[in-house]
């Protein structure tokens, strides 16, 4: 079994305990759901966006603890400040140390940035979760879904207007995209065992929709990765673990942005 397996069966036994405990209509209920999600795939396209989507995560399968004493609030609203164009807030708490309570924490902190729920979506019911805390898209991960169930969970994520992120990381998975798919990202991380290779996003450019937006994921570290993807057709640069690894992660990612311009 390998980690990505681990984490999706681990995955399965939450979303049927959550279902257990609140429905969807009670989901519902939240006031998020009353609020027109921002978009990232127009913010990705803005006229001299930077292009950093800024991560919060406290942990991970393959570093163990990398930041336990990081507050939502004071690092994502430094990184708003510091110009990144969206959020990536991590709601698997098992593996990554997240939370929805950190997703709604940035979302109320940052009204009008775009914020992605990060997390391993398997079910329709997932998606609502997503809309009841806050986050105005989705992450899809292609390794775990059948082109039939990536498109259900695109056409729920519609129905909520939430936008759609697919990550992928080999080439038969390009396959399962979708006309619903606003962004598509390639991640650099083999999820199966984790290491990590940012000419991954290079090669699969090649073989992605013209005309979709694209971002590059995971072991993005330098001003020079962003520049080089930039230059292979990425509008997108997910960066987590540089920015949170920090004893300050929003001066890290402000001195970084500082650079960048």
């Known amino acids: 079994?390998?980690?990505?397996?681990?984490?999706n069966a681990n995955k399965r036994r939450e979303v049927a305990a959550a279902k257990e405990k609140i429905s969807i209509?009670?989901?519902?209920?939240?006031?998020?759901?009353?609020?027109?999600?921002?978009?990232?795939?127009?913010?990705?396209?803005?006229?001299?966006?930077?292009?950093?989507?800024?991560e919060f995560k406290t942990k991970s399968p393959s570093r163990g603890m990398i930041n336990a004493n990081a507050e939502v609030t004071e690092v994502?609203?430094?990184?708003?400040?510091?110009?990144?164009?969206?959020?990536?807030v991590l709601t698997d708490h098992p593996y990554f140390g997240g939370s929805f309570?950190?997703?709604?924490?940035?979302?109320f902190a940052n009204p009008q940035t775009p914020i992605l729920r990060k997390?391993?979506?398997?079910?329709?019911?997932?998606?609502?979760?997503?809309?009841?805390?806050?986050?105005?898209?989705?992450?899809?991960?292609?390794?775990?879904?059948?082109k039939e169930e990536l498109l259900r969970l695109s056409e729920t994520?519609?129905?909520l207007g939430l936008e759609v992120l697919v990550e992928v990381h080999a080439e038969e998975e390009v396959d399962k995209l979708n006309p619903l798919v606003d962004l598509v990202g390639v991640n650099n991380r083999n999820l199966k065992t984790f290491e990590?290779?940012?000419?991954?996003?290079?090669?699969?450019?090649?073989?992605?929709?013209?005309?979709?937006?694209?971002i590059s994921e995971s072991g993005l570290s330098s001003i020079?990765?962003?520049?080089?993807?930039?230059?292979?057709?990425?509008?997108?640069?997910?960066?987590?673990?540089?920015?949170?690894?920090?004893?300050?992660?929003?001066?890290?990612?402000?001195?970084?942005?500082?650079?960048?311009?």
Not at 101 to 107: D, G, M, T, V, W
Not at 200 to 205: I, K, N
Not at 208 to 213: E, G, K, Q, R
């Open 224 to 261: 020079e990765n962003i520049h080089y993807l930039r230059s292979a057709g990425f509008d997108g640069f997910l960066m987590g673990e540089n920015f949170m690894k920090t004893e300050d992660p929003g001066k890290t990612c402000t001195e970084f942005m500082r650079n960048l311009r």
């Open 76 to 88: 994502t609203s430094a990184y708003v400040a510091a110009g990144v164009s969206g959020l990536s």
């Open 1 to 7: 079994m390998t980690i990505l397996d681990e984490i």
């Open 196 to 214: 990590v290779d940012v000419e991954t996003s290079v090669r699969l450019s090649k073989q992605l929709p013209s005309d979709m937006v694209r």
């Open 101 to 107: 309570e950190n997703l709604a924490k940035a979302r």
């Open 119 to 146: 997390d391993f979506m398997l079910d329709p019911y997932q998606v609502y979760e997503a809309k009841a805390h806050g986050a105005d898209l989705i992450l899809l991960i292609a390794a775990s879904l059948s």
């Open 25 to 54: 209509d009670e989901l519902k209920l939240s006031p998020f759901f009353k609020r027109t999600s921002n978009s990232l795939k127009a913010a990705l396209q803005a006229k001299g966006a930077s292009g950093v989507i800024a």
């Open 157 to 159: 994520a519609k129905e």
